[in-house]
């Protein structure tokens, strides 16, 4: 059984303060058994997230994160810096940094080795742009996406891994994708993990799905048998939204 994960991308909202006042609402309401909360937070309010959720079982990501250990990189933040947080998850590959920052397949998995080398999850973001979804290449995307994420890890290590297929044109539009056709991208994901590392992984990794999910879509995703939870960008902003996306979960 894989346990549902609600992942919160807040995106660059929020400040610290903002941040703790937000926990201090949901706290309790947004613990559910059998489900998994998830807020990834802007780094500058990471710290007073992770004093803010000490004692619940909400956890805190973050949307990025460099792959070297240090160095000369202004502007950037390593692996050891989150883990010296207590950061759980960190979203890698978002289409907004693979469209705003450069972001490539080839960055994108060495952030993932590098998450893993520090005991963080990744939350590896995959998914079409509009003209490669009416162009019928939806499925081959994915699968280039998520095979050169993941290469080189261990079947166990991509076990842990969180996928999440956020298709381009349903982000921040208003526009889900169906819940039937998202179960199938997500369910030929599964396949393709299973092509790499084997059956038992793929039964055992969790995909998610993004883009445009609120309370009143949560269960129609979470109905499908492939879906794992969802990455949800505006919706998590509201403490009232981001409880009933959690109870929608379950
Ligand atoms: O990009 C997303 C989550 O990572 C989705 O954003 P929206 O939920 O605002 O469409």
Request: negative net charge; aromatic residues 8%.
């Amino acid at each position: 059984m894989r346990t549902p994960i609600i992942a919160g991308n807040w995106k660059m909202f929020k400040t610290a303060g903002e941040a703790v006042s937000f926990v201090n609402e949901v706290k309790g309401k947004a613990e559910i058994a059998g489900v998994e909360s998830v807020i990834c937070a802007p780094f500058t309010a990471l710290p007073a997230l992770a004093e803010a959720v000490k004692g619940t079982s909400l956890k805190i990501g973050a949307q990025n994160m460099h792959w070297e250990e240090s160095g000369a990189y202004t502007g950037e933040i390593s692996g050891p810096m989150l883990q010296d947080l207590g950061v759980h998850y960190v979203i890698i590959g978002h289409s907004e940094r693979r469209a705003y920052f450069a972001e490539t397949d080839e960055t994108v998995n060495k952030k993932v080795h590098a998450a893993f080398k520090y005991g963080i999850t990744p939350i590896i973001c995959v998914g079409e742009k509009l003209e490669e979804r009416e162009a019928g290449q939806t499925k081959e995307v994915c699968r280039v996406q998520t095979e050169a994420a993941l290469q080189g890890l261990t079947a166990e290590q991509a076990a842990q891994a969180v996928i999440a297929y956020e298709p381009i044109w349903a982000i921040g539009t208003g526009k889900s994708s169906t819940a039937e056709d998202a179960n199938e991208v997500i369910s030929y994901i599964r396949e393709r993990v299973a092509a790499v590392f084997g059956q038992e992984t793929a039964d055992k990794i969790r995909i998610q799905y993004g883009g445009s999910v609120k309370p009143s879509n949560i269960r129609e995703f979470m109905q499908q048998p492939d879906i794992d939870g969802a990455l949800v960008g505006g919706a998590s902003l509201e403490a009232a939204s981001y409880i009933q996306l959690v109870e929608g979960a379950k």
